[in-house]
């Protein structure tokens, strides 16, 4: 028995050695135990113990996608915590390297429990395992829970994401399921009864079934006949270029048009004397040094400054020492310096520029807080700077503000007036709507298509990543907002865009391909 048991110990199977080693920290022959034919493939405890790593990978899994999938708003989510903690991080990118470990680390225990089950071998995974599985499935269990909560948008964004990625995960899916196919027919082949082999390849088949025939009900409007293909969206300057200079800072503008941008964005603001500026946020804090200049003032309302205090202060060092986006290209040594001397700039310079570039200009338009001078002029102000001090063309202006429209209709006609929300297309031909600016999660082609119907265009925010803007593309966008104008001015046709009669060979080759595959497993 003592012999037996040494020649056990230093017999040579490196395979299952490392399989066992890095799986249950078993790495002698003595310790591991074969799967005896008809039992099963591991104890009880241990039994019960093996979905939690399957769920581990579902749910870590279905976490990395999602956050994958979101990077488009990666820059909203950084600065949402830079509100809420005071301190710039790009906590996105970290999340998204944790999110990408974790789900590492348990494919690579599962891929070791499917080895193992392969080779005959008992599963017993080692206790600090148990715990690193027990952490993953809590943690992306939570994380998904506290985005649903908070961030529910980002599911819809998912769903459109499906649209262009749907044939290549249903190839993904196959050869999962080709790969899982190896053990279990080991473990259905060594069952002694009928009830067990029903109970192991019946699920396994009804999946298997459900995947060769979900692309009869996808749909991606990326899957087109050649020459239905509508023309290229137009790019829209999102505050300019912020991933290239200061946003809202004239720089930011400059650059939007170097980069071949059709159209700039921005958002206005009324100073305390009545001089209308660009500012996204509520308060100074963020793009400008007034923590430098007027610490006790960095919380006050940007619209309660008078326009000469807010001269003093720079706006685009920030820039250079927060680095707002983790895909920021290197900036040359004139960019910096140019960038290190921007400040606050008018709405009349603005509109000036666009006008000597024969831009479009839209903007979001900030009412005045209680006690303002100009609460209740916030629009009268505004018109006269466009109308009287800019010289702008008024078809350059795309109207967005739903206050008082009917009175900035009969002021300023020649603006083109835009909503921003979806509604019946008599109401927008009522009110002599021309463009519809939305939300990118509200993409809907059969929308874009009925609205186009009637003359109306459509306008999406915030796209910035190509597939998304591929998507746009392929659904009859007419233009999009984006702070990528540079990366998305050079793509030359959507990506993932293919003819249905390419499609269906894709889809039918995998198909063939993995029940030929899967069948050999089974016969041999």
Same mark, same amino acid.
């Given at each position: ?51 939690? !790593? ?13 956050? @994958? ?13 830079? @509100? ?117 390849? @019946? ?44 946003? #809202? ?66 706006? @685009? =060092? ?63 102000? =505004? ?74 265009? =459509? ?30 001015? #050079?793509?030359?046709?959507? !990506? ?7 499609? #269906? ?7 063939? =391909? ?11």
């Amino acid at each position: 028995v003592v012999r037996r048991r040494l020649l056990q110990r230093y017999e040579h199977q490196p395979f299952i050695s490392c399989l066992a080693g890095f799986y249950s920290c078993r790495w002698k022959r003595y310790q591991r135990r074969r799967t005896e034919p008809g039992k099963c493939c591991c104890k009880p405890r241990e039994c019960m113990f093996f979905p939690l !790593l399957v769920g581990a990978f579902c749910f870590s899994l279905v976490f990395l996608y999602m956050w @994958g999938e979101a990077k488009n708003d990666y820059n909203n989510f950084d600065w949402y915590n830079y @509100g809420n903690l005071g301190f710039w991080f790009l906590w996105s990118l970290v999340l998204l390297i944790v999110a990408a470990i974790l789900f590492m680390y348990i494919t690579l225990l599962l891929v070791l429990a499917m080895c193992l089950l392969a080779e005959g071998q008992q599963l017993h995974l080692h206790w600090s395992h148990k715990i690193g599985t027990f952490l993953v499935l809590v943690f992306s269990i939570t994380a998904l829970f506290i985005f649903s909560v908070l961030w529910g948008d980002q599911w819809k964004t998912v769903r459109l994401s499906f649209q262009v990625t749907a044939p290549y995960l249903h190839i993904g899916a196959i050869i999962i399921m080709v790969l899982l196919s190896w053990p279990l027919a080991l473990h259905a082949i060594r069952a002694d009864k009928k009830v067990v082999q029903v109970i192991i390849l @019946g699920p396994y088949l009804a999946i298997l079934l459900f995947l060769f025939l979900i692309p009869l009900g996808m749909y991606s409007p990326c899957i087109r006949e050649t020459g239905t293909l509508g023309p290229k969206p137009t790019l829209i300057g999102h505050r300019g270029a912020p991933m290239l200079a200061p946003e #809202n800072t004239e720089m930011s503008f400059q650059k939007t048009i170097e980069h071949g941008g059709d159209g700039l964005e921005t958002d206005v603001t009324i100073s305390y004397d009545g001089v209308p500026f660009l500012m996204h946020d509520s308060t100074l804090r963020r793009t400008t040094n007034i923590k430098e200049v007027y610490p006790n003032d960095t919380a006050q309302n940007a619209a309660l400054f008078s326009w000469d205090t807010l001269q003093e202060l720079n706006a @685009g =060092t920030w820039f250079l020492k927060d680095k707002p986006f983790s895909c920021m290209d290197s900036l040359s040594r004139a960019d910096e310096n140019q960038a290190m001397n921007q400040s606050i700039y008018k709405l009349s310079n603005f509109l000036r520029l666009a006008d000597s570039q024969n831009k479009l200009v839209i903007f979001d338009l900030y009412r005045p807080p209680e006690k303002h001078p100009y609460r209740n002029s916030w629009i009268n102000r =505004t018109l006269e700077v466009i109308l009287n001090e800019s010289g702008i063309r008024p078809h350059l202006v795309l109207w967005l503000e739903n206050d008082m429209r009917s009175f900035v209709q009969s002021v300023a006609p020649g603006f083109q007036q835009t909503m921003g929300s979806k509604a019946p297309v008599e109401d927008l031909l009522m009110d002599n709507i021309v463009k519809l600016n939305l939300a990118y999660t509200e993409m809907s082609s059969e929308d874009i298509r009925k609205y186009a119907e009637a003359n109306i265009t =459509t306008n999406f925010y915030v796209v910035n990543e190509p597939w998304l803007f591929s998507l746009a593309w392929c659904s009859g966008a007419h233009s999009v907002t984006t702070n990528a104008v540079h990366m998305l001015k #050079n793509l030359s046709q959507p !990506l993932f865009l293919m003819t249905p009669q390419q499609y #269906n060979i894709m889809w039918i080759l995998t198909d063939l =391909t993995s029940v030929l595959l899967i069948s050999l497993i089974f016969a041999l």
